[in-house]
T-cell receptor, first 113, second 116 residues
Framework: QKEVEQNSGPLSVPEGAIASLNCTYS??????FFWYRQYSGKSPELIMF????GDKEDGRFTAQLNKASQYVSLLIRDSQPSDSATYLC?????????????FGAGTRLAVHP | GAVVSQHPSWVICKSGTSVKIECRSL??????MFWYRQFPKQSLMLMAT?????????EQGVEKDKFLINHASLTLSTLTVTSAHPEDSSFYIC????????????FGPGTRLTVL
């Protein structure tokens, strides 16, 4: 079983719709959860992180965390063509200090006009 | 703030040669830096964790004698791919942690290595 699993996609949504990206993780001790966006040929850029159960909103993005279900998701409201990219879910096993990020394989999102 | 640079951005080399990639934190001190490798259409795989002033910690399956990591200062870590072969061709990305107590990492722009 992979440590962090994501549907590879592509997830195709029309412009203006809500895109929902999902991620599950196997290590129940995971503490920190990150969503990165990666454009083709570029390095990842952080969208947001979440530590506590529930929702966290930042602009058009909402991260949702359910530790009991070992599930984290990212919602993108009012999707734009510029949101088309691969979205990487990453987790760290412990809180505090610097710990390695374990990445999922990523979900490719395509927003069409 | 929290800008990380890498040099070079791309490099082409002959099989058997060594290549050095630099990773710098430009506006903060990074006691820990991370080196990742990404093959086409695959996710980032952590190669090693680089700690300033001490030996790097390599992930399982990564040859430490082939991928030499030096973290000589709080703003610079280097990755040297020794005796590179075509299968080492990949996108190498470094990241750095800024705030102890936070797991947030800031990524460099990456270095694309092509070994002929």
């Amino acid at each position: 079983q992979k440590e962090v699993e994501q549907n590879s996609g592509p997830l195709s949504v029309p412009e203006g719709a809500i895109a929902s990206l999902n991620c599950t993780y196997s290590d129940r001790g995971s503490q920190s959860f990150f969503w990165y966006r990666q454009y083709s040929g570029k390095s990842p850029e952080l969208i947001m992180f979440i530590y506590s159960n529930g929702d966290k909103e930042d602009g058009r993005f909402t991260a949702q965390l359910n530790k009991a279900s070992q599930y984290v998701s990212l919602l993108i409201r009012d999707s734009q063509p510029s949101d088309s990219a691969t979205y990487l879910c990453a987790v760290t096993p412990f809180s505090g200090g610097y710990n390695k990020l374990i990445f999922g394989a990523g979900t490719r999102l395509a927003v069409h006009p | 703030g929290a800008v990380v640079s890498q040099h070079p951005s791309w490099v082409i080399c002959k099989s058997g040669t060594s290549v050095k990639i630099e990773c710098r934190s430009l506006d903060f001190q990074a006691t820990t830096m991370f080196w990742y490798r990404q093959f086409p259409k695959q996710s980032l795989m952590l190669m090693a964790t680089s700690n300033e002033g001490s030996k790097a910690t390599y992930e399982q399956g990564v040859e430490k004698d082939k991928f030499l990591i030096n973290h000589a200062s709080l703003t610079l870590s280097t990755l040297t791919v020794t005796s590179a072969h075509p299968e080492d061709s990949s996108f190498y990305i470094c990241s750095a942690g800024r705030d102890r107590g936070s797991n947030e990492q800031f990524f460099g722009p990456g270095t694309r290595l092509t070994v002929l």
